[in-house]
């Protein structure tokens, strides 16, 4: 559903908007939980390693884009 609601036009009504901010919100803050138990495991297993990255950090910089 947040994936439906980020691809939808900015909605006119203001209050509107600020619905669906909170849902946004709320579903960010349940994607990076879900990633944070993947990554870990994948870290605590090695993976990243064994898939060709130097380290979970190697792996989250190219395949994530991350800092």
Known sequence: M???LALTPLPDDVDM??????E?????DRITS???D???RVHRAGQAK???HASTRCWL???GGMT
């Open 2 to 4: 947040a994936q439906e």
């Open 17 to 22: 908007c600020l619905a669906e901010a909170e």
């Open 24 to 28: 946004l919100l709320f579903a960010r």
């Open 34 to 36: 879900a990633l944070a």
């Open 38 to 40: 993947r990554v870990g």
């Open 50 to 52: 064994q898939h060709g």
């Open 61 to 63: 910089r190219t395949s």
